[in-house]
């Protein structure tokens, strides 16, 4: 069984920043990817940020050149560092994993529980 465990999650001035961290347990054949998402109050779930198997990375336009997403693979987590943090910038902030359990085993999105982040102004 896969579990994602998001932390680093909290309160902050808009200006500040926060590191979020992902840990992936489980016994996992491949990772197809790995990305971050966010949910408003009353909004919709959004694509926030995502790295390939290869390290490719790709942002959405509202936080480019502000977040920053990398992983470790020996440690089996994915990090999201967020700086110049906004007061849109308050969400769930969710983890997604594309992993595969076995060598047959297509890739499939596992999710974290969701770690809050508020910005004040």
């Known amino acids: 069984q896969v579990q994602l465990v998001e932390s680093g999650g909290g309160s902050v001035q808009a200006g500040g920043s926060l590191k979020l961290s992902c840990a992936v347990s489980?016994?996992?054949?491949?990772?197809?990817?790995m990305g971050w998402y966010r949910q408003a109050p009353g909004k919709e779930r959004e694509y926030v940020s995502r790295?390939?198997?290869?390290?490719?990375?790709s942002y959405a336009d509202s936080v480019k050149g502000r977040f920053t997403i990398s992983q470790d693979n020996g440690k089996n987590t994915l990090y999201l560092q967020m700086n110049s943090l906004k007061t849109e910038d308050t969400a769930v902030y969710y983890c997604?994993?594309?992993?595969?359990?076995?060598?047959?085993?297509?890739?499939?999105?596992?999710w974290g529980q969701g770690t809050q982040v508020t910005v004040s102004s």
């Open positions: 790295i390939s198997s290869d390290g490719t990375t």
């Open positions: 489980g016994v996992i054949f491949s990772r197809c990817g």
């Open positions: 997604a994993a594309d992993l595969g359990l076995t060598p047959t085993m297509w890739c499939r999105t596992y």
